[in-house]
């Protein structure tokens, strides 16, 4: 008890003297901002502040000859030599002159034997209990209230009002923020206020966009978006603890009272820096205009407001009135003013040497200087390790890979010499199998046979069909080719001879989805699935399926919706009103006519509380929140807020969001890429997206920009490195430069998937009677006939 005592007492000291020390700092700065009122800007008159925080966290003193207490008497100076709370409990023995109480005969104590020994607190030690009552009843007080309103913050709805979070992107867009921020309006909340470090978030009062016109709330938007740029609420903080921990000195507390002014008018100035000198009008009117709804409620740590207090109004409006931008050499004056306060104030006075012939100081500093050399010392000899294990690393990685390369070397040789070179390699499709080189294989044994050749990075392979191909043959034939060097591939129509040459897509995803494993059935009003060869494989006992995705499906028994798995046992319960297949892990369902997500156990990820949802795609779902369309992560957190009218999955970094009629594309931050200009679009697939303009049809880039300009009565996206369009009434494929590859000769046509693409003519188009459907390849075969 006594040692940790003796602790408080050491605190409480360095506490009180590092604080007579910031007092002459706090005199100082005020003394600067008077000489350089008009000319320094608000940003670096708030910025010499942060010496202060400098200065009261400094745990060690550092003695210079520029220091300002070399100035002052001997005996001040020895006073304001604060003590190290660490030096205290190393070196008990040694008086401590904390209180600088004048030493007397009194104080010249003989060993009491312990018997005799008492508990009698001593003025120190009663000062340091009431500095930890206080400090512990104000930092109590501050967390009560800070929990409270974090609380109540937790019970409420980001705000559903579109105009707020259209200005809030115009607002990010200029302060250049790309991090989300969520806009809540709350009862209780007077002024709009920004709140938390983590997850920020800009509270404003009930029915504010009733209250404030559009060009006022941008305002007051890029006011607290100004305190999040410049880590406000963290400073806030900061501040806070200290403020309570040197709560005995009313100069400390009028000093962050001047921070906290100084700060609201770095961040006007930061403001009036967005929006222009010619702004600067409205925005004081903006100021002023929330002055009647202005509260004395106390001040919170974790948030900053754009009004905080009205006795500075006055200094607030005059700097506003009369903003301009200050010339640069201000600046370069302000870096050196801040620079000589510095080595003035947060440096100590050098002590003589023969005010350092105590023990204590005589071991203290000898033990630095032998740390320093042992350090010095021991960073010589790391130095010299690390750059012996880096040549030895360095030795044997150049090793592995001469000897990784000599390997390739020899494989490339040893292929060279036993593998003929082929530059083509042309499959021709016959009623037996598949003829390569002329000679006719199984269908299976296609890939051992290509892999007799040698390719290179030209070397391209030609699909030649003489007759209809079967769809499982085509798909085994894309698959393996998957699997061999050769990229490209050709393309013949077998009664034009037209080719087309394309890349080589993977389609593990597409084809299961064009030709499932497994394929819902219905039997007598009942549904089950079948093979590939129609075959049953689960029996039909449910009253309504979907398709398997990642092992699972989801059915319907009787009301309610579960989960089976590839055998037809029930993996997750029935017990949604509705679901849908499992993609990237989580699967949609509704609760309570909301939708959420559960993953592969069943458990509820995503609590329902959504009109609609799409599936995960690139890490984001598209949902409908109170109207509106935003997007969240898997955590069931908003990434972009609802504020679209509509909007389109993310599909190669950007998504399609509508807003007044009008479509434009965002990318995962919300920020707008390309501009509300469209009457429709589609997502971007193979880098292009189809949009409508005028009742026309063509394809943009990624930066907005025309590579097929709009001139087709319809279209689809491209797929496959080819687009299905509409010209005079037929449909037919073009290529990404916009060439026809496949006349338009169809009455309906879809994208290419696993290299088809699934086409109809009309018997009758007048009367819209399907005729034919079948599937063709990239150069327009028929590949195989679906009645």
Not at 181 to 194: D, H, K, Q, T
Not at 360 to 377: P, R
């Given at each position: 008890m006594i040692t940790l005592l003796d602790f408080l007492v050491s605190i409480a000291a360095w506490l009180f003297k590092t604080s007579l020390k910031a007092s002459v700092l706090v005199a100082l700065i005020l003394i600067i901002q008077l000489v350089f009122r008009r000319k320094l800007s608000a940003r670096w008159q708030y910025g010499l502040w942060l010496l202060l925080i400098i200065r009261l966290i400094l745990p060690f003193d550092i003695e210079s000859r520029f220091s300002l207490f070399n100035l002052m008497p001997s005996q001040n100076t020895q006073l304001l030599q604060a003590t190290n709370p660490a030096e205290a409990i190393s070196t008990p023995n040694i008086e401590l002159t904390n209180f600088n109480v004048p030493a007397t005969s009194a104080q010249i104590e003989t060993e009491v034997p312990p018997a005799q020994q008492n508990f009698n607190l001593s003025t120190k030690e009663i000062l340091a209990l009431v500095w930890l009552l206080g400090l512990i009843a104000i930092l109590l007080y501050t967390f009560i209230c800070n929990f409270k309103l974090w609380r109540k913050i937790r019970l409420q709805s980001s705000s559903s009002s579109p105009l707020l979070y259209q200005l809030l992107?115009?607002?990010?867009?200029?302060?250049?923020?790309?991090?989300?921020?969520?806009?809540?309006?709350?009862?209780?909340?007077?002024?709009?206020?920004?709140?938390?470090?983590?997850?920020?978030?800009?509270?404003?009062?009930v029915n504010f966009t009733q209250k404030m016109t559009a060009d006022q709330i941008k305002h007051i938007l890029l006011h607290e978006l100004a305190h999040y740029k410049r880590n406000d609420v963290l400073v806030s903080c900061l501040t806070t603890i200290l403020q309570i921990s040197y709560w005995f000195n009313p100069i400390i507390w009028f000093a962050f009272y001047r921070m906290r002014s100084d700060r609201e008018l770095a961040c006007d100035e930061m403001t009036l820096n967005r929006i222009g000198a010619a702004q600067s009008q409205a925005y004081g009117q903006t100021?002023?205009?929330?002055?009647?709804?202005?509260?004395?409620?106390?001040?919170?740590?974790?948030?900053?407001?754009?009004?905080?207090?009205?006795?500075?109004?006055?200094?607030?409006?005059?700097?506003?009135?009369?903003?301009?931008?200050?010339?640069?050499?201000?600046?370069?004056?302000?870096?050196?003013?801040?620079?000589?306060?510095?080595?003035?104030?947060?440096?100590?006075?050098?002590?003589?040497?023969?005010?350092?012939?105590?023990?204590?100081?005589?071991?203290?500093?000898?033990?630095?200087?032998?740390?320093?050399?042992?350090?010095?010392?021991?960073?010589?000899?790391?130095?010299?390790?690390?750059?012996?294990?880096?040549?030895s690393s360095s030795g044997q990685a150049g090793a592995s890979e001469n000897h990784q390369q000599n390997v390739s070397e020899k494989s490339a040789q040893h292929d060279k010499i036993q593998k003929p070179y082929r530059s083509e390699i042309i499959i021709t499709f016959t009623s037996d199998g598949v003829k390569v080189d002329g000679e006719t294989i199984n269908v299976d044994s296609l890939l051992p046979k290509l892999n007799t050749f040698r390719f290179d990075d030209q070397s391209i392979i030609t699909l030649k069909p003489e007759q209809m191909v079967d769809h499982n043959d085509w798909f085994n034939i894309q698959m393996q080719l998957q699997m061999i060097k050769i990229k490209r591939l050709k393309y013949v129509n077998a009664k034009t001879g037209k080719t087309i040459i394309t890349k080589q897509y993977n389609f593990e995803r597409t084809h299961r989805i064009v030709n499932p494993e497994l394929i819902p059935k219905q039997i007598n009003g009942k549904y089950g699935y079948s093979d590939r060869k129609f075959q049953i494989v689960i029996e039909p006992k449910f009253d309504e399926v979907g398709l398997f995705q990642e092992d699972l499906a989801p059915v319907r028994i009787e009301k309610k919706w579960g989960f089976i798995n590839k055998k037809g046992d029930v993996r997750i319960e029935p017990e949604f009103q509705q679901a849908r297949p499992f993609d990237e892990g989580l699967a949609a369902v509704m609760v309570n006519n909301l939708w959420g997500f559960i993953d592969k156990s069943g458990k509820i990820v995503i609590e329902p509380a959504f009109e609609s949802v799409t599936s995960f795609h690139e890490e984001l779902a598209l949902v409908t929140f109170k109207g509106k369309r935003g997007f969240i992560r898997k955590g069931g957190q908003f990434a972009i807020p609802p504020t679209y009218d509509n909007a389109r999955e993310f599909s190669e970094g950007l998504a399609a969001v509508k807003l007044n009629d009008k479509w434009g594309f965002v990318d995962y931050n919300g920020n707008i890429v390309i501009d509300y200009q469209f009457d429709n679009v589609d997502r971007f697939s193979d880098g292009l997206a189809l949009v409508r303009l005028n009742g026309k049809y063509g394809y943009i880039d990624k930066k907005g920009n025309f590579v097929i300009n709009t001139q087709f009565e319809h279209a689809e996206s491209f797929s496959e490195g080819l687009a299905a369009v509409r010209i005079n009434g037929k449909y037919g494929y073009i290529d990404k430069r916009g060439a026809v590859v496949i006349e338009p000769q169809y009455d309906h046509a879809s994208n290419f998937m696993g290299g088809l693409a699934h086409v109809i003519i009309f018997e009758k188009p007048e009367l819209n009677i399907k005729g034919q459907g079948f599937e063709i390849d990239k150069a327009g075969n028929v590949i195989g006939k679906i009645q």
């Open positions: 992107e115009q607002c990010k867009k200029q302060m250049k923020i790309t991090r989300p921020l969520a806009l809540i309006e709350m009862e209780g909340i007077r002024i709009p206020v920004l709140f938390g470090i983590f997850k920020p978030k800009i509270l404003l009062p100021i002023i205009s929330l002055l009647e709804n202005m509260t004395t409620k106390s001040r919170l740590p974790v948030t900053v407001s754009i009004i905080e207090t009205k006795k500075d109004l006055k200094r607030r409006l005059a700097m506003i009135v009369n903003f301009k931008q200050r010339p640069l050499i201000w600046s370069i004056v302000a870096i050196i003013v801040l620079i000589a306060v510095g080595g003035f104030a947060l440096t100590d006075a050098r002590v003589k040497s023969q005010q350092t012939n105590s023990p204590a100081s005589q071991l203290s500093n000898l033990s630095d200087d032998e740390i320093q050399n042992i350090d010095s010392l021991q960073y010589q000899v790391f130095d010299q390790q690390v750059e012996q294990e880096i040549n």
